[in-house]
């Protein structure tokens, strides 16, 4: 267990539909990166935090928002669903160890648009 | 842009044998770092072992132990005496100093034969 708790699990919707996946980072990290893993992109980085403020930016489409609250729980919003949005959304926080970052990954979300 | 290879997409390894996972990667950057993470049916993703490019000593991480060779751009992963829980895929990762780049390499699927 990574410390790191996303809900729901699963999540089946339809396409056009709008969802919010949600993200608890270890205690004290204050980092929360969202990730999408599909079956034909591997996992790509979406987003990151730090203490509320965006931090990077990857490959986020502009249906794709994210933000992370003053507790530090993050929020993934994704509009405007498309069949190809189906996949493994992943959270991990961060934490420096040794003046390096490394992230711990939730167990993931696993969203299905019919 | 960086990019991470493995090319390897099976590998099998008898249990109790050592097997080692391949990871190429480019960048022109000096100061990065590296990850190998482990996802297993469950698809949490689990890190295992990580490296500062600025260390010449190769991480070590009980039965996982890297091969980082910083001129040819390379980062191996080697698993002694393989159990079975190692059954996994293995994912190389490749982050920069500034936190604004972290890319996944396609992913190695490690079968261990009992």
């Known amino acids: 267990d990574s410390g790191v708790t996303q809900t729901p699990k699963h999540l089946i919707t339809a396409t056009g539909q709008r969802v919010t996946l949600r993200c608890s980072p270890r205690?004290?990290?204050?980092?929360v990166y969202w990730y999408q893993q599909s079956l034909d992109q591997g996992l790509q980085f979406l987003i990151q935090y730090y203490n509320g403020e965006e931090r990077a930016k990857g490959n986020i489409l502009e249906r794709f928002s994210a933000q992370q609250f003053p507790d530090l729980h993050s929020e993934l919003n994704l509009s405007s669903l498309e069949l190809g949005d189906s996949a493994l959304y992943f959270c991990?926080?961060?934490?420096?160890?040794?003046?390096?970052?490394?992230?711990?990954f939730g167990p993931g979300t696993r969203l299905t648009v019919l | 842009a960086q990019t991470v290879t493995q090319s390897q997409p099976e590998m099998s390894v008898q249990e109790a044998e050592t097997v080692t996972l391949s990871c190429t990667y480019d960048t022109s950057e000096s100061d990065y770092y590296l990850f190998w993470y482990k996802q297993p049916p469950s698809r949490q993703m689990i890190l295992v072992i990580r490296q500062e490019a600025y260390k010449q000593q190769n991480a070590t991480e009980n039965r996982f132990s890297v091969n980082f060779q910083k001129a040819a751009k390379s980062f191996s992963l080697k698993i002694s005496d393989s159990q079975l829980g190692d059954a996994a895929m293995y994912f190389c990762a490749y982050r920069d100093a500034y936190g604004q780049n972290f890319v996944f390499g396609p992913g190695t699927r490690l079968s261990v034969l009992p």
């Open positions: 991990a926080s961060s934490v420096q160890i040794a003046g390096a970052e490394t992230q711990y």
């Open positions: 205690s004290g990290d204050l980092s």
